[in-house]
């Protein structure tokens, strides 16, 4: 589990993926034929094999916020890279990248800062970064407009290290099961293409892009949803086993690919769940519309307090997941037309 803590640490917002994307090269180099690096900053990894070739799919990027402006008192406005709740922020410690080394910073409001009562939830251009140090010292160390802000946290096993807690669980949890799946799959007879996006977060772009040098039969995506254990409806319990998506938002995914891996996760007595949702889309969307057509689906790890620096994951939900998923790429579906 360390190289799953290393992932989720790690720094990595849309746009800004490439120290993710240094750690996956390097633990991935030695289980496949080959490594590259699109001209879009996806990462892309082959094991060569005979067909059906299948497309496996995780996004390295996270929400993040970045500096929107600067106010003459020196506080830091700022911009969110993909939805992230405003209230959550209130309290976080940053830093920023300087010319030299690193600047520090915490998130807050008007209200925390004066010792006021918060009488309505903020919105994200009520919050700021209160570094104590002015504009024109800011300015000097060259932080600017732009510039990216660095939450700062370090994720932990809770209880009795059966969860995970921490920030970026979306998707460095997908992105760990593909490493783990690459030294499983190594010998496998199939041809394999490991992808890893960047951008997700944002509009898919990655996905997008990756698809155009590749040739899949089928795709995997492998990403996290939001548990829903605390609605009228429990839902996407944490330790319940993967969730097979059926529907999201924007798509239904394909119905043969989902047969077999719910008939693989029976067969050898794996949990899983099934999720139809109103809420989310993922990088199945652009790649299943792509080149005339990719059939794909997904499979989501649930995680709480999502897009948070305190979201938590089930070991036992990943684990089976990677079982799950190496047992069904042991004896691939040629075809899956629905």
């Not at 976080?92 to 008007?110: H, L």
């Not at 995680?303 to 990943?318: L, M, W």
């Amino acid at each position: 589990m360390e190289l799953l803590k290393k992932l989720i640490d790690v720094s990595g917002p849309s746009g800004n993926e490439q120290e993710v994307r240094n750690i996956i090269r390097n633990e991935i180099k030695n289980f496949v034929s080959e490594v590259y690096v699109d001209k879009f900053g996806n990462l892309i990894a082959r094991k060569k094999g005979k067909k059906p070739t299948v497309m496996l799919v995780a996004h390295m990027d996270e929400v993040g916020i970045m500096i929107k402006n600067i106010d003459d008192k020196g506080h830091i406005h700022i911009s969110d890279i993909g939805y992230i709740e405003p209230i959550t922020l209130l309290g976080e410690k940053i830093r920023i990248k300087t010319n030299k080394d690193f600047i520090y910073g915490v998130v807050t409001c008007k209200e925390i800062s004066n010792d006021d009562p918060l009488e309505k939830l903020p919105k994200i251009n009520d919050i700021f970064i209160d570094t104590g140090l002015s504009k024109e010292e800011l300015i000097k160390e060259e932080v600017s407009i732009g510039s990216y802000l660095h939450l700062i946290t370090e994720s932990t096993f809770l209880g009795n290290k059966e969860f995970i807690s921490g920030k970026a669980l979306d998707d460095r949890v997908g992105c760990f099961i593909l490493l783990e799946l690459a030294k499983k799959l190594k010998n496998a007879g199939c041809e394999i293409y490991y992808v890893f996006t960047v951008q997700e977060e944002i509009g898919l772009y990655g996905a997008q892009t990756s698809v155009y040098g590749i040739e899949p039969d089928w795709a995997l995506i492998i990403d996290t949803t939001n548990s829903e254990e605390f609605s009228d409806r429990p839902s996407k319990i944490l330790g319940a086993g993967p969730c097979i998506v059926v529907k999201d938002t924007e798509m239904v995914t394909n119905r043969c690919l989902n047969k077999w891996l719910i008939d693989t996760a029976k067969a050898n007595k794996m949990p899983y769940q099934l999720e139809v949702t109103e809420k989310g889309v993922t990088d199945a969307l652009q790649i299943s519309v792509a080149k005339g057509g990719i059939p794909s689906t997904i499979v989501s790890v649930p995680v709480r307090n999502i897009h948070t620096t305190i979201g938590i994951a089930s070991i036992k939900d990943i684990n089976s997941t990677i079982k799950i998923i190496e047992l069904f790429l042991r004896k691939p579906l040629k075809s899956c037309l629905t």
